[in-house]
């Protein structure tokens, strides 16, 4: 049976961070006819790519990649920002008889494509960004978490201390609208409009090998020239308080770039957040009804997509 790109439905394959996802999808794209659109909240910035594990060359040539590239790590770039370009995307693809498949780990952008979230646009207010982000110069990024944290703890066990511009983001959401920004998101949930939608779930049975796996990818980042990626953003202009470089790897290299850690200790630091994160997000998809699970401990990716294709087809039929 054929999937048909014109019935509604909605495909995507999630997992935490290392676990295959992309290869596992570039393999199943040609046999069913896919282009994919990436589901990966830093995927979309430009200059940012073995920290973000973005495609390969190889695999650019052999799938379409769609979201990849698309803002500058400088660029206010927001979930609503995201929902209106993956549906543009995803509306160009069935434009031609392909079927969009969802690709990633970021489990709010996977809920915004399938579930249509109703995301309000909360507008800037630049006189409060500007208040806040000298309240943090002067008295510390964890005053300003310690602040989020009275208004909406829930936000602030979620944002890491030293990402000012989402930390701020979250308290103008609050400052703006007088409700706090998990609310919304809450409320958004109970209010979104659920497309059928076919959702699988990669994982490894040995939580061991997910672990081994992470560092070994970070192992293989750093060897591939991630210090001088770090490196080559700062150069550029890019602050080291951007959200962006805030992310997982590149908040601790320009850490180490700038004299604040040691090489060794960057990189172990890097390892067992990345660990912390890929747990984070299975317990985020787990949450997750919709998403139907399979083991991928020892199996090749061609047997993986094989997999995932019979789910796909199976769940349809």
């Known amino acids: ?3 048909d790109a ?3 439905v909605k495909y995507a394959i999630v997992g935490p961070t290392g676990i295959g996802k992309t290869a596992a999808a570039v393999c199943l794209a040609p046999l069913i006819d896919a282009e994919i659109l990436s589901a990966d909240s830093m995927q979309v910035y430009r200059h940012m790519d073995l920290g973000t594990a973005k495609p390969t060359p190889d695999e650019l040539a052999a799938a379409r990649f769609h979201l990849v590239d698309v ?9 609503a920002d995201f929902q209106s370009a993956a549906e543009a995307a995803r509306q160009e693809v069935l434009g031609r008889g392909k079927l969009p498949l969802i690709v990633g780990g970021t489990g709010l952008y996977v809920r915004a494509i399938t579930s249509q979230l109703d995301i309000p646009t909360v507008p800037p207010d630049e006189e409060f960004r500007a208040e806040k982000r000298a ?5 510390g990024n964890e005053a300003l978490h310690a602040e989020l944290a009275r208004i909406d703890p829930t936000a602030a066990a979620r944002i890491h201390v030293n990402d000012v511009k989402r930390i701020v983001r979250a308290l103008e959401v609050f400052h703006v609208q007088g409700e706090t920004i998990s ?10 409009r659920h497309d059928p939608v076919v959702i699988v779930g990669m994982n490894y049975g040995d939580r061991r090998a997910l672990y ?6 970070v192992d293989q980042m750093v060897k ?7 490196r080559s953003l700062l150069d550029r202009g890019y602050s080291a308080d951007l959200k962006p470089m805030q992310a997982l790897g590149y908040r601790h290299m320009a850490r180490y770039l700038a ?11 890097m390892k067992q957040d990345t660990r912390h994160f890929a747990r984070r997000q299975l317990i985020w998809f787990r949450g997750d009804a919709r998403v139907q699970w399979i083991e991928v401990d020892g199996l090749g990716v061609d047997e993986i997509a094989r997999r995932i294709e019979a789910i796909f087809k199976n769940t349809v039929s």
Do not use: C, K, Y
């Not at 309240?135 to 008295?139: I, Q």
């Not at 081994?212 to 990818?217: E, G, T, Y």
């Not at 004299?259 to 630091?269: H, Q, R, W």
């Open 71 to 79: 803002a500058e790590p400088d660029q206010e770039w927001t979930l």
């Open 1 to 3: 049976m054929i999937l």
């Open 224 to 230: 591939a020239g991630f210090v001088e990626e770090v």
């Open 212 to 217: 081994a796996r992470i560092d070994s990818r």
């Open 6 to 8: 014109q019935s509604g």
């Open 259 to 269: 004299g604040e850690t040691n090489f060794d200790d960057a990189v172990l630091e």
């Open 135 to 139: 309240f943090a110069e002067a008295n």
């Open 183 to 192: 609310d919304l998101h809450a409320r958004n949930q109970e209010t979104a």
